[in-house]
């Protein structure tokens, strides 16, 4: 079975510090790793993926993200918050297995807010 | 770009009253998607059509819903006698073919049973 956590409900951060979101994931074998992003009243939005290769995984609008197999974990981050970027952020994580599931599995999403 | 589209972006209804959710998915997207957010939760997976059948679907996907491709365009989602726990965001999604590939959403619709 596949699942995800966000143990953040809410993260606050001051325009232009760095901002973290939190995930950490479980699956039996190997995952693909997705963050999205849901403005209000708007679906969800894609921002990146990691599937193989560098654990640094860069995406839009200057986030990026880092796996960690050992930890099992594939935070968001960025350099410089902007005012912007506040809106929920999902992650999600689908077991790279033939024959399985090909179903991701969504964190309950961690609301971002950025501080002027 | 292309994107997702879903039709009505707001339905309201009232209980018992069967309702259907339309989404046209990007032109060369092949895998189909419903999910549900309720007010304040999770996104939870419903349902996903492939070569014109069901390929998945979740314990909520039970036979008070259905799914139909009537054309090459459109997907729906139909919900038979909609209860007032069927309130929620339904969102559309699809994606091209490969494990690896990222799923697009549609904006969504805000479904109120009343």
């Known amino acids: 079975a596949q699942s995800v956590a966000q143990p953040e409900d809410q993260v606050n951060v001051a325009e232009g510090n760095p901002l973290t979101v939190k995930c950490t994931y479980s699956?039996?074998?190997?995952?693909?790793l997705f963050w999205y992003v849901q403005y209000p009243n708007r679906g969800l939005q894609f921002l990146l993926k990691?599937?193989?290769?560098?654990?640094l995984v860069k995406g839009s609008y200057g986030f990026e993200a880092e796996f960690n197999k050992s930890q099992t974990s594939f935070h968001l981050k960025k350099p410089s918050a902007l005012v912007s970027d506040s809106a929920l952020y999902f992650c999600a994580v689908r077991e790279w297995a033939s024959g399985g599931s090909y179903i991701p599995t969504f964190g309950r999403g961690t609301s971002l807010i950025v501080h002027p | 770009e292309p994107e997702v589209t879903q039709t009505p972006s707001h339905q309201v209804t009232q209980m018992g009253q069967e309702v259907i959710l339309r989404c046209v998915p990007i032109s060369n997207h092949l895998y189909f998607y419903w999910y549900r957010q309720i007010l304040g939760q999770k996104v939870e997976f419903l349902v996903s059509f492939y070569n014109n059948e069901i390929s998945e679907k979740s314990e909520i996907f039970d036979d008070q819903f259905s799914v139909e491709r009537p054309d090459g365009s459109n997907f729906t989602l139909k919900i038979r006698s909609t209860k007032l726990e069927d309130s929620a965001m339904y969102f559309c999604a699809s994606r091209t073919s490969g494990q690896t590939y990222e799923q697009y959403f549609g904006p969504g619709t805000r479904l109120t049973v009343t």
């Open positions: 699956v039996s074998g190997n995952p693909y």
């Open positions: 990691y599937i193989t290769g560098d654990n």
